[in-house]
């Protein structure tokens, strides 16, 4: 078989940050996309892939640091798939996530956007995120310089899943995303099974104890631990009890019993070991209670900044009923229920809704009913007669948007204002340029929530065009 020829750039200046957090050159006119680069680098490229449109390469000489280039914090950085920005500086971070609304907004959505203002940064930029998890191999990636050295064996590990590869695991020995007691708990509980011959999940052949652990804190340090085993096994009692007399500050301590081909557990039962089945964030003063598979927003302190903004984007007086679409386990629609008439709430996944009722029996909110069903079935006519007329819409949709249904009958329900909350610029620029029939966009709003990533969310206000309203 005939070799293929390698290809190296050098002296490749680094123009801008992209999608997937992959930095952006050209070459002859064609685009270069390569990681944990910087704009404004000079560096030498081996390219690993040529299309005809693009090309896509690795950094292996860095000639001359960008001005936004800062040393990355964590020793995994690189080769963990996450914190791809980690290596910029990050105000320039918040500016290029700016950009990529800017670019998804003309180029997708053709939308006429005078301005949009600077992103709301986090802070802290490390140790936000409020829930991690873990998965175990029993083979552990191995680096390049550890591949090349003979006396290094290959073992199991605890970490992330390498990019693209599902069987193997980076063996993280320090996370910089998630506070203390995390790092301590998974790195104890790894030396354990390790010390006692516990079999690391084989994800080829579906083997092994040892699958996954989900590690949840709070901002007051409640935490939560659920350890996801293969098997049911006379190893696991001795195991948790270890864990409870070693972590007494684990206030919800669990257990799953997962033999099935995939890692999900939201469809199994979740045993309680000690502790309280749930921990409780506050938002002003509310309390929402977060069960082992609830869905919560992992940076609770810029959850609050984006449902402070779509709050004041809702423009409520007290006299509003309002729909909060794709509402989840109700948090915005709770959030906004004591500025509200009426809050509406619809979401397909069923028992997330049954957290949004709980939440609200909790903080004694009597005004939020919630539906679960399809959406695109569900908001009709008939569901618009059965609830009352929407002066505002709140929509916070998956990644992938809205269906065209789900906007076409927000076209026909016309309501006087809608904040439509995404986590992808991209399909919320496609779905505003549906919206223009009806609606102009009046304020826009950015929010970082995972510092050191490409990703961003942001927040529109749409308002019912003037003749429409008459």
């Known amino acids: ?81 996450g914190c791809k920005w980690q290596c910029m500086d990050y105000t320039a971070q918040l500016e290029f996530k700016r950009k990529q609304i800017v670019d998804n907004f003309i180029r997708i959505g053709k939308l006429n956007v005078s ?28 680096l390049p310089s550890e591949l090349a050295d003979e006396s290094i064996q290959q073992s199991e590990g605890l970490g992330f899943h390498v990019p693209n590869v599902f069987d193997k695991v980076i063996d993280i ?38 699958r996954n652990i989900v590690i949840r804190t709070t901002p007051d340090g409640q935490v939560m631990l659920i350890v996801v085993f293969g098997y049911q096994d006379e190893a696991i009692i001795p195991m948790l009890e270890f864990l409870a007399e070693r972590f007494p500050e684990i206030t919800s301590l669990n257990y799953v019993i997962n033999e099935k081909k995939n890692d999900t557990i939201s469809d199994l039962p979740v045993n309680l070991f000690k502790g309280v089945p749930y921990l409780e964030e506050r938002m002003e003063d509310l309390t929402f209670r977060i069960g082992p598979i609830s ?99 709140i929509t916070d949709p998956p990644r992938a948007g809205m269906h065209p249904d789900v906007i076409q009958q927000m076209l026909d329900i016309e ?18 340029a549906l919206l223009e029939e009806k609606y102009i966009i009046t304020r826009i709003q950015p929010v970082d929530m995972f510092p050191h990533t490409h990703h961003i969310e942001n927040v529109v206000c749409l308002e019912l065009k003037p003749a429409i309203q008459l």
């Not at 790894?190 to 083997?207: I, V």
């Not at 029996?361 to 007329?389: H, P, R, S």
């Not at 439509?420 to 991209?426: I, T």
């Open 295 to 393: 869905f919560y927003q992992t940076n609770s302190k810029q959850a609050y900044k984006l449902y402070s903004i779509a709050r004041d984007f809702a423009g409520l007086t007290g006299n509003e009923t309002v729909y909060d679409l794709y509402t989840g386990t109700g948090t915005i629609a709770n959030f906004v229920a004591h500025q509200a008439k009426k809050v509406v709430g619809v979401e397909y996944v069923e028992p997330a809704i049954e957290d949004a009722k709980l939440n609200s029996n909790l903080n004694q909110i009597d005004n939020t009913v919630f539906y679960a069903g399809d959406m695109a079935k569900v908001l009709n006519a008939n569901f618009v007669e059965e609830n009352g007329q929407p002066d505002v819409i």
């Open 115 to 142: 301005e949009i203002p600077p992103v709301v940064g986090a802070d802290p930029i490390y140790f936000y995120r409020n829930k991690l998890e873990y998965a175990f191999a029993d083979r552990r990636w191995l």
């Open 415 to 432: 309501a006087r204002r809608i904040v439509y909350v995404s986590c992808n610029p991209a399909s919320q620029a496609r779905d505003l």
């Open 173 to 210: 020995s320090e996370c910089h995303l998630q506070a203390e007691p995390s790092n301590t708990i998974r790195n104890v509980i790894r030396e354990y099974c390790m010390d006692r011959g516990l079999t690391f999940y084989n994800a080829r052949q579906w083997t092994g104890l040892m």
């Open 1 to 81: 078989m005939r070799k293929r020829e390698e290809i190296i750039i050098e002296d490749l200046e680094i123009l801008d940050a992209g999608a997937e957090g992959k930095a952006i050159a050209r070459h002859n006119e064609v685009v270069v996309f390569i990681p944990h680069a910087v704009p404004g680098d000079i560096v030498d490229v081996r390219i690993v892939k040529k299309k005809r449109r693009f090309m896509e390469g690795s950094v292996i000489r860095l000639k001359q640091p960008s001005p936004l280039r800062t040393e990355p914090v964590c020793k995994h950085f690189g080769v963990c798939g």
